[in-house]
């Protein structure tokens, strides 16, 4: 079946335009994640989503940074005002199930790599 | 909060070679680890995971076991492959708290042929 799906797998921008990341997560997963991979700070949790409760946004750095998940199933990253830090590989993740379940796999998508220059 | 320490890399060993990276952890609570692998030009996948205290993972010939008296769930094989060569990360997800997983720094593994 198909897996994560994220759009664009590249995107070039310059500092202080907006940008949006779209996951598709798998079908029938409640949970949805993202993570930021970059080279000085790894791999980096941002938000959560469980079903249509409110997301879980501990890990966004600053309040440039915002998602949204409409109908419990796509999703879409915004940052505004990029800056040349947040260059990055974006990765979505989903899973079946979310809180309490232990051992419950995430599924990546193969991430969004943003240049910012 | 919670955290995870890997061995630092690159590691590059020849194949048929013995492998362990390891890792320890800090959690609240009683995390589920897991490995995850990154091959070249490709997503992270999921390599093996375990739940609770000396449950073993086992994947592909790698395996790790999840020691709750020294924090660790090291990863090893006993004979790596060309088509091992990859970045490794070890990650926890605690469930007393984060629902998302904390990744250790990633191991760039190289196996020579």
């Known amino acids: 079946g198909a897996g994560v799906s994220q759009s664009p797998s590249n995107k070039v921008t310059e500092k202080g335009k907006d940008v949006e990341l779209r996951c598709d997560p798998i079908?029938?997963?409640?949970?949805l994640y993202w993570y930021r991979q970059s080279l000085g700070q790894g791999l980096e949790f941002l938000i959560y989503f469980q079903g249509n409760s409110a997301p879980d946004k501990s890990g966004l750095p600053s309040d440039r940074f915002s998602a949204e998940r409409t109908g419990g199933s796509v999703s879409t990253l915004t940052i505004q005002r990029t800056q040349q830090e947040d260059s990055a590989v974006y990765l979505c993740?989903?899973?079946?199930?979310?809180?309490?379940?232990?051992?419950?796999?995430?599924?990546f998508g193969p991430g969004t790599r943003l240049t910012v220059l | 909060g919670d955290s995870v320490t890997q061995m630092e890399g690159p590691v590059t060993l020849s194949e048929e070679a013995f492998l362990t990276i390891n890792c320890t952890y800090t959690a609240t609570g009683y995390p589920s680890l897991f490995w995850y692998v990154q091959y070249p030009g490709e997503g992270l996948q999921l390599l093996l995971k375990?739940?609770?205290?000396?449950d073993k993972g086992s994947n592909k010939g790698f395996e790790a076991t999840y020691r709750k008296e020294t924090t660790s769930f090291h990863l090893e094989k006993g004979s790596v492959q060309v088509s091992d060569s990859a970045v490794y990360f070890c990650?926890?997800?605690?469930?007393?708290?984060?629902?998302?997983?904390?990744f250790g720094s990633g191991t760039q593994l190289t196996v020579l042929p």
């Open positions: 990650a926890l997800s605690s469930a007393g708290s984060a629902r998302q997983l904390t």
């Open positions: 993740a989903s899973s079946l199930r979310g809180t309490g379940q232990g051992g419950n796999e995430q599924f």
């Open positions: 375990a739940t609770k205290a000396d």
């Open positions: 079908s029938g997963h409640t949970a």
